[in-house]
């Protein structure tokens, strides 16, 4: 019997009567009888499948690439997939059933295979379709509208009036109501259209403000994710600190976690000290190993090394950062690179560190000239001082 927010998603009546419940009160077990209405996203998602696989034997055929892929399970799976990454999701492959092209090195995750060519998603008014590699957009890399994070796998993406709206596989995923393995509760999605509110959506293992959130179905629980915390892998099965998988949780300062208080935990890849409260992290809960999020799945996770992509017409390679013995620094902040990935342009070699580099040193090219000439200032001003000293 509480009021409805106009930010909260809900059901409606098709009649256009009053009726309306929220979408956390509709789902409950004693109220909704599990039924879902021929149309729907989930059905569509069902009928969708035999549209871009079809098995033909052992060999299966996907749109999104030319060659035949073969269904492996279990070991043999994980003997084939080692250090591979799905071409979808662009997570590792560590478990299950996979897709493979025996040709190539190509794979996909089962589920990421079986994903519909067209949706219609409840964060954006249009339909929207998958697009493989194949028929990309020509950059090579795109921004999810949802968590506002780069990838180079599939996407969908809507072509109604030019609205340039494109949402990564993981975000299209997330399906209400969402069990997060860092919270006893369903999640479910609220939306704020006015970006410049004073009291905008933080979400609580990050700290950053976003429009988009994932929130507590109990009225008297706060907790809140964005979606770019929220679609976090919760488990990795492989680790090279730890022979155990690795859960996704939260690191509270005044939590105990198998008598070890969280203040005293340590990640085991950078070696600093677990110090924000309500941060995400990764841990193991037979012997307590502890590993922050960056650390094992990196900055740009979503990001391939042997990638090519294309920036204002400028080709840029991906290159691994991992026990490299150079010496990478950014061209345009002139700070090492320690980064897992660095970003090297092939006409001239220079070195960028992240994706908002390089793209900060092509938006400069295409400023007015005096705003070209001070910002080209303020980036080497270092070099400028030693200069006036010599």
Known sequence: QESVSENYEGYTCRERCDYVAHAFCATRSEVWDKRVPRGSLECASSELIDDHIEIEGIAIHHFSHNHKLTRLHGDAAQ???????????????????????????????????????????????????????????????????????????????????????????KCASFVEAFNHTAHQHPLFLEQRFDIGSSNPYKCMACGLSSTIIAVCSDPHCHF???????????????CSYDSHPLTL???????????????SLWCEMCGEKIKKTNLLIYMCNACCTTVHVECILGRHRYIKTGHKIEINGAEVDIVSNKGSADSWYCHECQRLCQGELVFIRRYNGRCFCSTKCLRSFFDTRLLPPNEAL?????????????????
């Open 79 to 169: 003997v084939k997939m080692g250090g591979q990454v799905c071409q979808s999701c662009i997570l590792p492959i560590d478990m299950g059933s996979f897709l493979y092209c025996k040709q190539c090195g190509f794979s996909l995750h089962d589920t990421c295979g079986r994903l519909p060519r067209r949706i219609e998603h409840m964060l954006h008014r249009h339909p929207l379709i998958l697009e493989g590699m194949r028929r990309k957009i020509k950059e090579g890399v795109f921004t999810c509208s949802v968590c506002n994070q780069d990838s180079c796998g599939f996407m969908y993406r809507c072509y109604i009036d030019d609205c340039e709206f494109y949402m990564d596989v």
């Open 374 to 390: 001070a910002r080209f200032k303020r980036t080497y001003e270092h070099y400028f001082r030693i200069g006036n000293r010599i």
């Open 224 to 238: 809140s994710l964005d979606l770019k915390c929220a679609t976090l892998p919760g488990q990795l099965l492989k």
């Open 249 to 263: 949780s939260l690191a509270r300062i005044d939590d105990v976690h198998n008598g070890t208080p969280t203040s």
